[in-house]
């Protein structure tokens, strides 16, 4: 079997929604990040085979196949086709494993792994035709809620909560401890995985945007400790719009090839691929598909979670991480060490891809060799890579 390797990894900064990046329509935010990823690869574009774009809402600017389009707006050439996939929140990490996989069989030599969500111009739900702040329930077969009880995501981080006794002042100190990560990494320079975009100010002028929105350097506890439960409105949750990941909008991209024709060319190789997973878990409560997740990607990879040096799990919710964290029982300094979605934001289908580039620029700051990276997944799924720096 071929080996698969990961030449470059690259991701915008995520804008907040209705922020910097929301006149960026969400196609050429694609092309940008590829065309990126291929001047810091320093590869012929001509030598790409396929583009694998995850996107959570294919519908309006990015309906049409985002993936094919972005190829015709940035360097590639025509001849190289692509394709665009949903697997919610998991959808550009689930694209960087068709990529290896596509490689593993030796079907190709370079594929790009992206994603590009843009939640400022592209409404959560557009693709079932709502859109806006709904729950997305209303176009499902009715024969689901037979089976199943399908509720609100935010809902499903309070039952996690409340199975694992996680306190408000335990999630939003996560929520704190997030921010206060990202703005010094932030301050420190140490994002080396991200490419300047275009973007505009709050009065509209031209600004290159080079760092995550999102990051508050300070934050006011006492506001944070003020805000009402998003989903209990009685007062009796603990999850809250402070501790919970950001909307937002933003691109990544991994250049993907095979070992053997990576040498053949010339080029250097970051990291290779020691397990890549799926799972299906609860539907209800959706979001604990990391732990089953995790276990099997780490069995898969032959090693152990104290063997691991970095660890990006995406802060869909604090309770998601928590929750996790006490199953798991890992060296929580190792996990998102540089902030995680609750700083610097959520655009669902970019970032699995931009966390494995954030946590590949991490153990390359770090010296570090083992990383993983886990991701929950609405209606019940999550994914799950571990790769090993070279």
Known sequence: MNEAVIIEAVRTPFGRRGGAL???RPDALLAHVIDGLLERAGIDARKIEDVIDGTVTLA???GANPARLAVLLSKLPVEVPGVSLNRMCGSSQQAVHFAAQAIAAGDMDYVIGCGVESMSRVPMFLDIGLGGPVNGFEKLDPELFKRHELIHQGES????ADQWGLSRQAVDEFARESHRRAALAQQAGLNRELISVNGVSPDGKPVAIDRDEGVRAQIDEAKMASLKPA???EGKGVVTAANSSQLSDGASAILVASAHAARA??????????SRVAVG????MQLTGVIPATRLALAKAGIAIRDL???EINEAFATVVLSWAKELNP??????????AIAHGHPLGATGAGLMAKMLAGLEATGGTLGLQVMCIGHGQATATVIERL
Do not use: C
């Open 60 to 62: 309006g600017e990015q």
């Open 309 to 311: 040096d970095w660890i």
């Open 265 to 274: 060319d010339g080029l250097k190789a970051k990291a290779r691929f020691r």
């Open 331 to 340: 060296d929580m300094a190792k996990v998102n060490p540089w902030g995680g």
């Open 157 to 160: 981080a309070e039952r996690v």
């Open 281 to 284: 878990s609860d539907p209800t």
């Open 231 to 233: 989903f209990r409105p």
């Open 22 to 24: 929301r006149e960026q």
